[in-house]
């Protein structure tokens, strides 16, 4: 993998990461397609409509359905779901360690299915033989995460463990390669410490430092924020720890989050984001646009005629409009999570190629001031034409 820094404007990074099957241009957005599947949308859509560079998903998931083994029968994740662009997988810790049943301990995470109740062992090893079976281009460490608020020793626990599980992840990676398992994939480390400064820079520095055969992590991640936290907590965490990852590798913060948070966090230094917000949202009714978000269930757009964004060129805002999706939406139509889907799931790719465009420009922090102008300005409005005048 290759990581090129094209231009700066103040923290905030215009990137391009390069793997094997393609390039992916930073700070980018990461859909979620945690079965292999972004919710709401196929194949079609992301090539013909959206157009991402990398997509993720999620390694417990796909483990116990349909299972690594026939993924990989079927030409790994690429040939699988037929997108033939990036993938990046998590190690499936998380999910892991959000079920009831689950046990951490220094080995790694038991826990039993949430589909048939079958026993199963998450270790660093196992997780990254899952993911050369998924056949990624980004694979992700199993970190040891915990809820926050946590105790100080609990805390240094997660860190700690955290550590020597990345270590016998790199070690492992790099010799599955020379074995001839997982060429062409590259492996992230994930930083913990929850909101304290001190664990944070304990965690960055030990990852950091830590090389196998005169090689190091492909890139580092943020992980453990955005688990109910205040969002300045979030910022101010992140503000002070990306300083401590190295500079000519992807920044990634893992989990995060809504439009205000990448705008924030891209001005801290972050690079990569993923989010099921965009799809989630989409199916319960909440649109992102330009001029904050829409409630398309509201009966204010019953017989509003406009499209869902003025400011937006996305396949349903140019065929579409309010008036229909929320006719979707209440009638309960398949098609509703699909039409909205493409627009939230456009509205970030796009807010992220207006922020590359603007931090090659030297003008992030005037789009930022923009950005929420526009939200401000158009808050609680109901003339349409305000909100067109503002938007366009």
């Known amino acids: 993998m290759k990581f090129e820094i094209l231009a700066r404007d103040g923290r905030s990074r215009r990137g391009r990461v390069t793997t094997s099957h393609g390039t992916i241009e930073t700070p980018v957005f990461m859909p979620v397609g945690t079965v292999g599947a972004v919710r709401g949308v196929d194949t079609f859509d992301l090539e013909n409509y959206l157009k991402p560079e990398i997509i993720l998903g999620n390694t417990y998931h796909l483990y116990l359905r349909p299972t690594a083994e026939i993924v990989a029968k079927m030409g790994g994740l690429h040939g699988f779901t037929g997108f033939k662009k990036n993938f990046l997988t998590d190690s499936g810790g998380f999910q892991a360690f959000s079920l009831p049943t689950a046990k951490t301990d220094d080995h790694g995470i038991s826990f039993k299915s949430h589909i048939d109740g079958s026993k199963h062992l998450f270790t660093p090893e196992k997780v990254i033989d899952i993911q050369n079976l998924l056949n990624s281009d980004i694979k992700m460490v199993l970190d040891d995460l915990i809820s926050l608020p946590a105790e100080d020793g609990r805390i240094a626990k997660s860190i700690e463990r955290t550590r020597i599980w990345a270590e016998r992840s790199l070690i492992y990676h790099k010799n599955q390669i020379e074995s001839g398992f997982g060429i062409g994939t590259n ?145 309960e139509e398949l098609s509703y999570p699909r039409l909205a889907s493409i627009h939230n799931l456009y509205y970030y790719l796009e807010l992220m190629r207006e922020v590359r465009e603007a931090i090659s420009n030297g003008n992030f922090k005037e789009f930022k001031r923009e950005f929420y102008r526009k939200r401000e300005q158009n808050k609680n409005s109901d003339n349409i034409d305000e909100v067109k005048e503002t938007c366009l």
């Not at 989409?282 to 904050?292: K, L, P, Q, S, W």
């Not at 996305?314 to 579409?320: F, S």
């Open 187 to 331: 492996l992230f480390a994930i930083v913990q410490g929850g909101t304290s400064q001190t664990h944070r820079k304990i965690s960055a520095e030990g990852l950091v430092s830590f090389e196998y055969k005169n090689e190091s992590f492909d890139g580092f991640a943020i992980g453990g924020l955005s688990v109910g936290e205040e969002s300045s907590a979030m910022y101010d965490t992140v503000e002070f720890t990306t300083p401590f990852l190295p500079d000519n590798k992807p920044k990634y913060l893992m989990g995060v989050g809504t439009p205000e948070d990448l705008i924030e966090n891209i001005d801290r230094g972050i690079d990569m984001f993923d989010c099921v917000m965009p799809t989630r949202n989409a199916r319960n009714g909440t649109i992102f646009t330009t001029f904050g978000r829409l409630s398309i269930k509201s009966a204010r757009y019953r017989e509003d005629p406009n499209p869902i964004d003025p400011a937006c060129n996305c396949y349903t805002c140019r065929n579409y409009s309010r008036a229909y999706l929320n006719h979707l939406f209440r009638a």
